[in-house]
């Protein structure tokens, strides 16, 4: 097994430039009396990032320079019994708009709207000062990732920065484009988790494109719930689209095992009827209008313990929500596959979408199925409502790829953890790209921000 780096990526506590819907960027950076700083509510949300992070051990950390940046990471670090060092680095800076800062954002909207309107729908094509803005902000989250990533393989770090950069440093890793800079979002003091594979990051790349990376989680707020009163993220201000809650089923046994299941109707086990339980109580406060699942039993039976406490919604099922078809593989460890179509468990680790499974299904074939399914989905699910999906692993997977454009070969990208839910916004409306909220929450199942559950043979 490769070493695994590990990175807890956490944005500022709210500020005062936040409370007034400021623009505020990395404006006076020489100049601290200037600058933004934390408000008594961004305090407190330091304070209870820090007490979620107490347990962790972390081998260094890194933070921008900014002070809101500053103060959220003392706050962090303070509820360590051995906090690391730490490095204040400009490459965790904010993003760039000088034109705009201390202007609050309907300001900014009234006398640059041409602007304006290129940052809200066009990111990448932003000018300000005679600088592409987001360009410069993916270049800069590039140069941090080569710098640091080397210095620490194997290792736990620590990075608080802010949303801008925070969305850049996930985007540039993952393969996320600069037109797709809102597409992913970061709260005040969420938590975010990426884990890098390799026993030598120091090849990166120019374009990172030989990182081997997993999104384990993104922007993770439940452990700010008793300031915001909800175990979601917000919605964006102007939402004119639907939400769903994407969940993945509770374990089985052989998801215990490490066992193919793909199609064979394997049904939950007592720790997956357990992490059913928690997620429907993790839930029970999220008013839901409409639920989907597939009708395999493991998803089934996790939607229908979810629906217990919205007894008023009826459960609907789409066969092509149903995991992908492993063929052959069905029923199989890893090391019978291995010793009956040697080199294609290898073949299916590194390159999956160029797998066919023996009298099964090739990833193109599932992402073609979801994505017909996907469709109807948001389409039933009028503007302002809030749908449940439950599925399966594989599948998952494919939903949130084709959130961003991403073909099969990206199929590894993003975790799902049993039991684990993710909120996708389309904030603008079910005919445009959506908004990753949140991504994998599984704290609902542990005291952990890490994902406890089982890895599955997936």
Not at 145 to 161: S, Y
Not at 279 to 285: I, K
Not at 344 to 364: D, F
């Amino acid at each position: 097994m490769p070493l695994i780096t590990r990175i807890v990526l956490v944005r500022h506590g709210e500020s005062t430039f936040n409370t007034n819907n400021m623009v505020q960027g990395r404006g006076n950076l020489d100049r601290p009396e200037l600058q933004s700083v934390l408000t008594e509510k961004g305090q407190q949300q330091a304070g209870l990032a820090g007490a979620a992070l107490a347990n962790l051990h972390f081998d260094a950390a890194y933070v921008s320079p900014l002070l809101r940046a500053r103060q959220t990471a003392e706050q962090i670090l303070a509820a360590s019994s051995s906090p690391p060092p730490v490095t204040f680095h400009e490459g965790l800076c904010e993003i760039n708009l000088p034109a705009w800062e201390g202007l609050t954002f309907d300001e900014v909207r009234s006398q640059f709207p041409d602007q304006f309107h290129n940052w809200e729908h066009e990111p990448h094509k932003l000018v300000v000062s005679d600088r592409y803005p987001v360009l410069d902000l993916f270049e800069q989250a590039k140069a941090f990732w080569q710098e640091v990533l080397p210095k620490h393989t194997g290792q736990t770090i620590l990075i608080v920065g802010h949303s801008g950069v925070n969305r850049a440093l996930i985007s540039t890793v993952i393969g996320l484009q600069p037109a797709q800079y809102h597409h992913l979002q970061q709260i005040n003091c969420a938590i975010s988790v990426l884990n890098f594979a390799g026993d030598n990051l120091s090849n990166l790349g120019s374009d990172l494109s030989n990182v081997q990376v997993q999104l384990e989680s993104l922007n993770l707020t439940s452990h700010l719930t008793s300031l915001t009163k909800s175990v979601l993220p917000p919605p964006r201000k102007v939402h004119i689209g639907p939400r769903i809650l994407l969940v993945r089923h509770g374990e089985t046994d052989w998801n215990r095992q490490k066992r193919f299941q793909g199609q064979i109707d394997v049904p939950l086990n007592a720790k997956g009827e357990e992490q059913a339980q928690q997620a429907a109580d993790f839930l029970a406060s999220v008013t839901l209008h409409k639920a989907f699942s597939s009708p395999m039993l493991r998803p089934k039976d996790t939607a229908l313990k979810i629906l217990t406490h919205h007894p008023e919604v009826e459960l609907e099922y789409f066969d092509e929500l149903k995991e992908i078809s492993h063929g052959l593989w069905e029923g199989k460890f890893e090391a019978e596959i291995e010793a009956e179509f040697a080199g294609e468990l290898e073949k299916w680790q590194k390159n999956p979408e160029i797998v066919q499974m023996p009298e099964g299904e090739n990833l193109q074939q599932v992402w073609d199925r979801v994505a017909e399914a996907w469709l109807q989905i948001i389409r039933a699910t009028p503007a302002g409502e809030t749908a449940l999906v439950v599925a399966h692993d594989a599948v998952n997977k494919a939903i949130l790829c084709q959130l961003f454009g991403f073909e099969p070969e990206k199929f590894w990208i993003f975790k799902q953890g049993n039991g684990g839910v993710s909120v996708i916004d389309y904030y603008k409306g079910y005919e445009h790209p959506p908004m990753l909220q949140a991504m994998n929450i599984t704290t609902h199942l542990s005291n952990s921000v890490f994902d406890q559950t089982a890895a599955g043979a997936l």
